[in-house]
């Protein structure tokens, strides 16, 4: 059984997926104008939250000058601030903003991970990388023993836990929740600017996920 650290340090010096080991490399060299003089991390990256939650969040994959320029999944940019705030409003989450790894965030009883750990261009993971990934999900998931719903974010994310955890793919759908025995899985439209800014996912839409989350699990 390893450690989350030794996991995460694995994770972390992982390049098993040549096209995304280039790709991380070339965004963090070839920065935005608007990132321009920061220092992009620019490598695989772990999940991150209480080891001993009971909330498992599940994500597609780290956002290319996101989580890939800040070195945490869902920081620094518009996804990782509706999950922060949100994640704060019902008591998952210290401080309602994510920017930077030294901002003080601190998650209760919350796990947050990713199908996939390096930026993938266009944000489309192939079969074989998403597949390669997958093997750090399951140690992630031997260690985290007391997870009892798993929110994912997502259709990708919401097929992966699937596999992860054995049982059928059903219809995929905005707060739907799927119950097994001694664990739930509960969906969500991803916190995209494609979905937040369309009106596909609206606030309140968002907050209600979280709200039933909140009650299916254990500690909060």
Same mark, same amino acid.
């Given at each position: 059984?390893?450690?989350?650290?030794?996991?995460?340090?694995?994770?972390?010096?992982?390049?098993?997926?040549?096209?995304?080991?280039?790709?991380?490399?070339?965004?963090?060299?070839?920065?935005?104008?608007?990132?321009?003089?920061?220092?992009? +991390?620019?490598?695989?990256?772990?999940?991150?939250?209480?080891?001993?939650?009971?909330?498992?969040?599940?994500?597609?994959?780290?956002?290319?000058?996101?989580?890939?320029?800040?070195?945490?999944?869902? #920081?620094?940019?518009?996804?990782?601030?509706?999950?922060?705030?949100?994640?704060?409003?019902?008591?998952?989450?210290?401080?309602?903003?994510?920017?930077?790894?030294?901002?003080?965030?601190?998650?209760?009883?919350?796990?947050?991970?990713?199908?996939?750990?390096?930026?993938?261009?266009?944000?489309?993971?192939?079969?074989?990388?998403?597949?390669?990934?997958?093997?750090?999900?399951?140690?992630?998931?031997?260690?985290?023993?007391?997870? #009892?719903?798993?929110?994912?974010?997502?259709?990708?994310?919401?097929?992966?836990?699937?596999?992860?955890?054995?049982?059928?793919?059903?219809?995929?759908?905005?707060?739907?929740?799927?119950? +097994?025995?001694?664990?739930?899985?509960? #969906?969500?439209?991803?916190?995209?600017?494609?979905?937040?800014?369309?009106?596909?996912? #609206?606030?309140?839409?968002?907050?209600?996920?979280?709200?039933?989350?909140?009650?299916?699990?254990?500690?909060?």
């Amino acid at each position: 059984m390893k450690t989350i650290q030794s996991l995460n340090m694995k994770i972390t010096r992982c390049k098993k997926c040549p096209r995304l080991a280039v790709y991380i490399r070339d965004v963090a060299k070839n920065k935005v104008r608007r990132f321009k003089d920061e220092k992009y +991390y620019g490598k695989p990256l772990s999940g991150f939250g209480d080891i001993k939650a009971n909330l498992l969040i599940v994500g597609l994959a780290p956002a290319a000058h996101g989580g890939n320029r800040t070195g945490r999944m869902f #920081t620094g940019d518009s996804s990782g601030d509706w999950v922060a705030k949100v994640m704060h409003k019902h008591g998952f989450a210290s401080i309602p903003t994510s920017q930077s790894l030294n901002d003080g965030l601190v998650l209760h009883n919350a796990y947050i991970t990713a199908a996939v750990r390096c930026a993938p261009p266009q944000n489309k993971p192939t079969k074989q990388e998403m597949d390669t990934c997958f093997r750090y999900l399951e140690q992630e998931k031997e260690i985290l023993k007391n997870i #009892t719903i798993v929110l994912c974010l997502g259709k990708i994310a919401y097929d992966t836990a699937c596999k992860l955890y054995g049982v059928k793919i059903e219809k995929f759908g905005h707060n739907k929740l799927f119950s +097994y025995d001694g664990f739930s899985i509960l #969906t969500s439209y991803h916190p995209s600017k494609q979905n937040t800014q369309t009106g596909r996912l #609206t606030w309140a839409q968002w907050s209600a996920v979280f709200a039933k989350a909140k009650k299916l699990s254990k500690k909060i």
